[in-house]
């Protein structure tokens, strides 16, 4: 126990968060881990990421890309796509 020492409620703030902190980076997984860190180095990355992970996350960016695309363009380049069979282990 510490005595005389005068503890100001900046200091137990600071300590509180200290604590926090140690304890979200102790149950984030990796990709959390290198979000949160590609968040504090990267400011491009951290502006555009909330925006483009709701977006996939909904589907948007795909439903835009459909919308955008044609059957012609699509069986064309379906047409150079080799016509083989696949393995055995790369079948559902």
Known sequence: MLRNSTVSADNLKEQFYNVRQIELEFYM???QKYIAKRKKTDK???KDYEEGFENFKT???FAERAEKGN???AREVLAKVFDVEADNYDKL
Do not use: H, P
């Open 71 to 73: 059957w012609e363009n």
């Open 59 to 61: 589907d948007k960016s």
């Open 29 to 31: 997984t990796d990709l």
């Open 44 to 46: 491009d990355f951290a």
